[in-house]
């Protein structure tokens, strides 16, 4: 079992940045890959961007272009970089880590085995 945890959500205007920050309890090179997730009121959970053990990386279409998910394997971190941040990115973020789903359904919640408890980021226009 691991324990994750999220920080760096916040408040912010339309075309501003934020990073998002979330530890792990054990090494996060053991897990095969790691997401991100967000959660807007009323709506589905859904995968922003995922990051494989061998550094490949997949983004919501929504997202590319914007946000950069990054790991940190000696600080057993995982990052999400979000800029020109729009009111719609409005969500609860969440991050997740999956140790052997497919590759292929990375931004889909099915084969991630583990969740953090989120953190809340507003972007105003």
């Known amino acids: 079992q691991v324990q994750l945890v999220e920080s760096g959500g916040g408040s912010v205007q339309a075309g501003g940045s934020l990073i998002l920050s979330c530890v792990a309890s054990?090494?996060?090179?053991?897990?095969?890959?790691l997401g991100w997730f967000r959660q807007a009121p009323g709506k589905e959970r859904e995968g922003v961007a995922a990051?494989?053990?061998?550094?490949?990386?997949k983004y919501a279409y929504s997202v590319k272009g914007r946000f950069t998910i990054s790991q940190d394997n000696a600080n057993n971190t995982l990052y999400l970089q979000m800029n020109n941040l729009k009111p719609e990115d409005t969500a609860l973020y969440y991050c997740a880590v999956s140790g052997a789903g497919g590759w292929d359904y990375a931004l889909a919640q099915r084969d991630y085995d583990f969740w953090g408890q989120g953190t809340q980021v507003t972007v105003s226009s």
């Open positions: 054990r090494p996060i090179s053991t897990y095969y890959y």
């Open positions: 990051i494989r053990s061998d550094g490949d990386t």
